[in-house]
C-alpha cells in the first residue's frame, strides 16, 4: 500500500530527536537531551485538588463531554485577563483559541498560511518541532541571520519581509540556543514587520521563565496587528495536560477555530476544566512561577559552573537568562553528530544542533538541556563530555601536527 | 492579513452543524441535532475512582509529563487485546495509535493519503467530520450509492476501486443515517478491496451500541492488511476525554505517528491514563456497555413511536439497530433546510441532510439524535415537526390543485 502515501507523507523523514528519546528512556543514561520540564516543579497539590474540585461539582458533565471548538469559556476568559495584565495589552477572549499543545498551534497556523513554496523566515537555528509542523505544507524557508541577541531583524530585506508568509520565531530562551531577542531587536522586526505586512508568529512556552523576572515585552503588544502569539501551559503547569493557546486577531482565531475543529474538534474538555481551577485560584501562577524560575536558575548555574570547570578553552557557550537550554559550539571540525554516537556509548546524550536548522548549517553544535537531571549527574555528564571533547581536539591537533 | 491565507484556508466554508449546534445550547430548545452521547450513561463513580487512582499513585508523573507519541503504553496493548477478543483478529499493541478523537485520526488520514484531485470514495449521505478533515487536502469524492441496508458495493467498478487512495465507510449505525451495513455486503467490499488494493477505512465509533448485542464481522476483522480502523470512546466513555485510536498494519502506524507527532507530539498523558484505569478494572465495559444500549434502545424505539404517532404517511424513516440516529426522509418538494429555519422559530432543531453528502444531492432528508432527548420532549418535538410537516404538504397540495 505504500505507493498510496501522499506526497507529503512520502517524503516525511524520521526525526532525529525521536530516536535519541527512544534511547535516553533507559534510566542509567545522563540524558540532556530531553526538552522535558522538571516533575519537581510540577504542582501536584494543586492539580489534585482542583481534579477533586471539577470530579465533584455539577460541572463534571461540562467536563466529560463534547465542548466548544474556541475551548473552555471561562479558561479563554482567564488566559485573555491574564495576558492583558501581564503585557498591558487589551486581549479579548474571542482572540483566545484553546489548542492541545502549542505544537497544535504550529500545525493549524501552517495550514492557514502556508501554501507550497511560500516563504517562511525561521532563525537560525531554530525549533525543529516547528519545522516538522511547517515541512508539512511544503513551504521554502529563509534562514535569518542570529546571534546571541536573537535573530538579526536588520539583514531581513524589504522585499523579503513583504514576500514571506510569516516569521516564526521564539524570542524567550529560544528553543535550542536558549537565547533571548533583546528589546532594541524586538523593536525593529516590529517596525519591520508592520512597514511590510509581515506576520510575526511569536511562540513562547519559555517566556515566564527568566529567572530575575525581568521580562521584555512581547511582540504581541508591540504590534498586535501583526502577530499571532502562541502560549503554553507545559512549563508553567504541566506537559502532560497538552494545554496551549493561541492569541490573535480575531479574523485568524475565526480561521483557525474551523481547521481546528476539521482536526480534532476541540482540546480534551477534562484538562480545560482542571487547568482553569488550579489558575484561577489564589493567584496561582504568582506564587507558582518564582517557585520553577529558581529551580531552574540553580540547575542552569550548576550546569554553567561545570561546563566551566571541565570543558577545554576551545568550547564555547552562551550564559541564558532563563528557560530550559544551553548552546554548545565545539571546534568547527568537531562533528557533533558524530560525537553523540560516542557519548551514547559512555551513557551520556545531547541533541546535535544540526537538527535545529532548516538549511544543513552548523554540524559544531549542541543543546544541553538541565532541568530535569539532578546536580551529581550534571557535573559527571558535562565532565564526560568535556573528556571526549579534549580527547578530539588533541587527536586533530596532531593529526595537523603530522600532516 | 487576509490575502495571506493559504489556498485551503481560503476556500474553507463555516460548517453548517456548527452553527447550528450554537443555537441548540439554549436551554429551551428540543435539540435533536446534536451528536452528543447522554450524559446519564457516563461512568461517573468509574472515571472518579480512576482519576483518584492516577493522583494518588506513582503514575502521577508519568500522567502529568510528556509522553511517547504512539499513545500511553498499557492502554496500547489494553485495545490490541480488547479487539483481539471482540473480533477475534490478532491486533499487535504496535499496531495502535491513540488519538485525540477520532476526528483526528480522520485529520491524520487525510494527510497520510491525499494529493489534490485524488480520488476519495464516501458514502451517500456520509459524516460531515469526515467530509471537513478531508476537504483540507483537497480530494475528488465519488460518491457511492447507498440505501438502507447501508453502501453498494456492487455499483463500485474495479476500475474506480483501483484508482481510488481510499474508501471512507462507516459501517455500523452510521452518521447521519444510522443504517448498518449488511453482512453480505461487507463480504463482497472486502472482496473487492482485496482484489483492487483498496484501502478501506473503516469509522466504528458506533460499533459496540447495537441494540441486541448482535455485531456484524467488523471490516478490519475481514481485511486486515487493506483496513484502517478508528476507534472511539467517546460513546462508550465520554467524549470530554477525546480520546480515540487507529488500527493499522505497522506500515500505516509508523507513518501516522509521523504525522501526529507534528501535529501534537501526543493525546494528553492524564485522560489516557485515566481512561486506562477505567477500561482495565472489574471487565468495565462487559457491564458498561449494556447499560448504554439499555438507554439508547429506549430512547430510540420512543422517537419511532413518535414518528409513527404523528408524521403525515409520506414522510419515511429507517428503524435503526442501534447507534444515536434516525434518518427521515420528507416528500421531494419539501427542503428540510427551510424547514428548519421555521422549527428553531418554534423551538426545535435538527440537521438538515444535504450536510450530508459530498456532492449536493438530497435536500428532503434530516437526521434526528435522541439519545439526550428526555422522553417527554421527543414526543412534544416530534408532534411540532409532524404539524409543520403536514402544513406544508397541504399547502403544497392545494397549489397542485391550484395551478
Known amino acids: 500500500m505504500h505507493q498510496k502515501f501522499s506526497h507529503r507523507a512520502q517524503v516525511l523523514k524520521s526525526s532525529a530527536i525521536r530516536e535519541i528519546l527512544k534511547v535516553t528512556e533507559q534510566p542509567d543514561i545522563i540524558s540532556f537531551a530531553g526538552g522535558l520540564p522538571a516533575p519537581d516543579a510540577f504542582p ?12 465533584q461539582s455539577k460541572d463534571i458533565y461540562g467536563a466529560l463531554q463534547y465542548g466548544p471548538t474556541e ?6 476568559q482567564w488566559i485573555a485577563d491574564y495576558l492583558s495584565a501581564r ?4 486581549v479579548k477572549p474571542a482572540q483566545v483559541l484553546i489548542v ?4 497544535q498551534a504550529l500545525d493549524l ?4 498560511l502556508i501554501d507550497s513554496d511560500d516563504k517562511v523566515l525561521v532563525e537560525t537555528p531554530t525549533y525543529l518541532g516547528a519545522l516538522q509542523a511547517f515541512n508539512q505544507y511544503a513551504p521554502e524557508y529563509i534562514a535569518i541571520e542570529s546571534d546571541s541577541e536573537g535573530l538579526k531583524p536588520e539583514t531581513i530585506s524589504d522585499d523579503v519581509a513583504a514576500e514571506a508568509k510569516f516569521l516564526y520565531t521564539i524570542p524567550n530562551f529560544q528553543n535550542p540556543t536558549g537565547r533571548r531577542l533583546t528589546e532594541s531587536r524586538r523593536q525593529t522586526l516590529v517596525a519591520k514587520a508592520k512597514h511590510n505586512h509581515l506576520i510575526l508568529v511569536e511562540d513562547d512556552p519559555y ?3 527568566d529567572y530575575q523576572g525581568h521580562r521584555l515585552p512581547c511582540l ?22 497538552r494545554l496551549g493557546f493561541i492569541v490573535a486577531s480575531e479574523q485568524f482565531i475565526g480561521k483557525l477555530v474551523q481547521l481546528k475543529q476539521a482536526a480534532d474538534l476541540h482540546t480534551p474538555s477534562l484538562t480545560q476544566y482542571i487547568a482553569y481551577q488550579v489558575l484561577s485560584k489564589n493567584n496561582f501562577l504568582t506564587h507558582h512561577i518564582p517557585k520553577i524560575r529558581e529551580i531552574y536558575a540553580k540547575r542552569c548555574q550548576y550546569m554553567l559552573d561545570s561546563l566551566k570547570r571541565y570543558m577545554p578553552r576551545q568550547v564555547h557557550w552562551n550564559q541564558p537568562e532563563g528557560g530550559m537550554f544551553i548552546w554548545v559550539e565545539l571546534p568547527e571540525n568537531i562533528n557533533a553528530t558524530e560525537l553523540l554516537s560516542d557519548a551514547i556509548s559512555q551513557k551520556v546524550a545531547f541533541v546535535p544542533g544540526e ?19 539532578p546536580e551529581e549527574k550534571i557535573e559527571r555528564g558535562i565532565k564526560i563530555l568535556a573528556e571526549m571533547i579534549n580527547h578530539r581536539i588533541h587527536h586533530l591537533q596532531e593529526k595537523t601536527v603530522m600532516m
Not at 475551548?71 to 479563554?76: D, F, I, K, T, V
Open 44 to 55: 501536584l497539590t494543586e492539580i489534585k485538588t482542583a481534579t477533586d474540585t471539577v470530579l
Open 71 to 76: 475551548g473552555y469559556a471561562p479558561l479563554r
Open 87 to 90: 503585557d498591558q495589552t487589551a
Open 100 to 103: 492541545t499543545g502549542s505544537q
Open 109 to 112: 497556523i501552517g495550514k492557514m
Open 207 to 209: 517566556g515566564d521563565l
Open 220 to 241: 504581541y503588544s508591540l504590534a498586535p496587528e501583526n502577530t499571532i502569539y502562541l502560549g503554553s501551559f507545559s512549563k508553567i503547569l504541566t506537559p502532560g495536560l
Open 355 to 373: 537538527t535545529f536548522y532548516a538549511h544543513a548549517e552548523k554540524t559544531n553544535c549542541f543543546r544541553l538541556a538541565f532541568v530535569t537531571v
